[in-house]
């Protein structure tokens, strides 16, 4: 059947802070159902069919409508498998980000449950048959390797042929990570550096860590081997901060320097509010810089991987790009030539 929908509401499952949702794009997609309700796994699976039906007589949930992945087309019927599932813990973390999300107002009704524990839906899923061997599990923050469950998760998922992700800071070495890298199942990881030089990550990040990330880096390419491509490095891009060539070209020659072969590149998160059900500003020189990361992922060979939202955003399909006066686009100019605070 033709009709708007998308590849979340039709087999994702994102575990998530206190709560069910289906997708962790940026967009907010439809509302949580609470770990703390009765029954609430059941009333989330009931509730996602209850959306596809919505979808099929044109109503979109609000803040679903306009995300970039939903599309239009003949769409197959839910057949109950789940082909996505994101472990989202935000319990631990042993960095300080200034740009997470759990400090930004999006999340500011939202409260991280201390009872958070994701491996007994991982587990009922598993006994229902509801996973394939394609099913896609990602890992993300907090920090997914704090968890005390984590090991157990990771070994259990590769024994049923997932392919799995982890997004994870870098700062400590997992040896299960470099199991899951070593199978054939096109596991990867992304470290989201977001910077070239160990004083922009000790002012991004907040801890005094780079030194430790680059060795867990090298680690996990050494574990990899010839999969070494399967570890990306994420470079997030922050107005006034790390949005200027000198920042951009330090990345760069670091992830030359340590046998990094994939990299990708974001827009910060705050700015963009996480939030499509308004237009808001980007600064016209994250989008420059944004233009240059691409260019010289091109000129010195790395691959660079998609962010289908953060394309989006920057593309202006969702957010309008501020006007500014001739002044603030000649300081911004200065700044990305030069950088600076």
């Known amino acids: 059947m033709r009709y708007k929908c998308c590849k979340h509401i039709l087999g994702s499952i994102d575990l998530s802070f206190d709560g069910f949702k289906y997708c962790n794009e940026v967009w907010e997609g439809p509302e949580y159902i609470h770990y703390s309700e009765e029954n609430s796994f059941q009333k989330n ?30 769409w197959n019927e839910f057949d109950g498998k789940i082909h996505k599932i994101t472990i989202f813990n935000w319990k631990h973390c042993n960095a300080a980000c200034f740009y997470c999300s759990v400090h930004s107002d999006f999340y500011e009704d939202v409260k991280k449950s201390d009872n958070y ?9 598993i006994k229902e048959g509801r996973l394939t061997a394609n099913t896609y599990i990602d890992f993300m923050g907090g920090e997914p390797t704090m968890l005390e469950e984590f090991p157990q998760i990771v070994k259990l998922l590769l024994s049923q ?50 030194e430790e990330v680059s060795a867990t ?51 910060n998160h705050i700015e963009s509010k996480m939030n499509t059900t308004k237009n808001q500003a980007i600064e016209a ?57």
């Open 45 to 74: 699976e009931e509730r996602r069919l209850k959306i596809i039906e919505e979808m099929k007589n044109g109503i979109i949930p609000e803040k679903c409508k306009l995300c970039p992945i939903l599309e239009e087309k003949d």
């Open 117 to 125: 524990d994701s491996l007994p839906y991982i587990e009922k899923l």
């Open 161 to 210: 042929n997932c392919r799995l992700e982890v997004l994870t800071n870098g700062i400590k070495y997992e040896s299960v990570i470099g199991e899951m890298l070593k199978a054939g199942n096109h596991n990867s990881i992304c470290i989201s550096l977001d910077c070239g030089t160990k004083e922009a990550y000790k002012r991004i990040k907040r801890v005094d860590k780079f």
């Open 217 to 267: 880096i090298k680690k996990y390419i050494n574990d990899a081997k010839e999969n070494a491509n399967r570890i990306k490095v994420k470079y997030i891009i922050f107005p006034n901060v790390n949005d200027n060539k000198k920042e951009i070209d330090a990345f760069f020659d670091f992830c030359k320097s340590t046998g990094v072969k994939t990299v990708s590149r974001a827009v």
């Open 285 to 341: 020189n994250v989008i420059k810089s944004y233009k240059y990361f691409e260019e010289q992922a091109k000129k010195r060979g790395f691959d660079l991987l998609a962010e289908p939202w953060a394309d989006a955003i920057v593309e202006n399909k969702i957010y309008n790009c501020r006007k500014v006066s001739p002044l603030i686009k000649l300081k911004s100019k200065l700044h990305f030539l030069f950088g600076g605070k």
